[in-house]
């Protein structure tokens, strides 16, 4: 028995061409810059390995004077915020920055991919690196005998996401318009400054009173006074949601205008 001509055509592959849906391509970008994350030993060196010898050094040793109460309380906050810092900001601008100078951001931007779709791949990936930091910082500090709110979780993680999208745009708009080593030399200049400025691992309280008043208005002092809030079980100051939210929409807005392939 010999196949009709319709038959014949309905075995017959035929290409479909055209461009996965959205949210599969941030998906599998996502999952390829996951990939890269996990295989750079400096990467995972500056976001994992650092924060938790920096938790357990201002825990263990009496460096700063931290005031009342448990060193852990005050240390562990600042170190979660840190983490968020070090990843979504300083990491990923580094390493876009020099993705963008050696092309391969050039190649995906002949790919059907978008740029939008790029910046969520990117920061999707950061925040299932970030889920990993905090994990280990929790038991690290757990271990050195903080007690956390049962009420502390749900706050804490959209700080962590708001942090996140404000440090991550911010990032990559200085990795899509600057040259790699002006991103690397500015990268790594907000990163001591806000580590010193942000009251991560000093307390605000060490500086004069104007100068608290321009600080405050930082995402990452933001982030660190709302962790520090929400992990004691007390109430997010507005402040800190409305400073956060504001970083996140222009941070996040700015990069996707104007970022640029190469």
């Known amino acids: 028995m010999t196949a009709t001509p319709a038959d014949a055509s309905a075995l017959t592959p ?18 390829v810059e996951l990939v890269q994350l996990l295989r750079n030993g400096e990467q995972l060196l500056l976001t994992l390995v650092i924060p938790v010898v920096l938790l357990v050094v201002l825990v263990k040793v009496d460096v700063v004077d931290l005031g009342p109460g448990p060193r852990v309380d005050f240390v562990l906050p600042g170190v979660l915020a840190l983490a968020v810092l070090s990843t979504a900001f300083t990491g990923q601008a580094i390493a876009t920055g020099y993705e963008r100078r050696y092309g391969v951001l050039k190649r995906l931007g002949t790919t059907p991919l978008p740029r939008g779709g790029l910046l969520a791949g990117k920061t999707t990936a950061v925040l299932a690196v970030e889920a990993l930091q905090v994990v280990v910082l929790v038991l690290v500090g757990v271990l050195l005998g903080w007690r956390p709110s049962a009420i502390a979780v749900a706050p804490a993680v959209l700080l962590v996401v708001l942090g996140t999208l404000a440090f991550s ?7 899509g318009t600057l ?10 200049l907000v990163y001591v400054l806000l580590l010193l400025g942000s009251g991560i691992v000093v307390p605000l309280s060490r500086f004069g009173e104007q100068t608290q008043r321009v600080l405050q208005w930082l995402p990452s002092t933001a982030l660190v006074d709302g962790l ?9 100051p507005q402040r800190v949601w409305v400073v956060l939210v504001v970083w996140s929409v222009v941070g996040v807005a700015a990069a996707a205008r104007w970022f640029r392939w190469e």
């Open 169 to 175: 745009g911010v990032a990559l708009l200085m990795a």
């Open 179 to 188: 040259r790699a080593e002006a991103t690397l030399a500015a990268a790594n």
């Open 14 to 31: 035929s290409p479909r061409p055209g461009a996965a849906p959205l949210p599969r391509m941030v998906r599998a970008q996502a999952g």
């Open 228 to 236: 520090r809030a929400s992990l004691a079980g007390a109430a997010v």
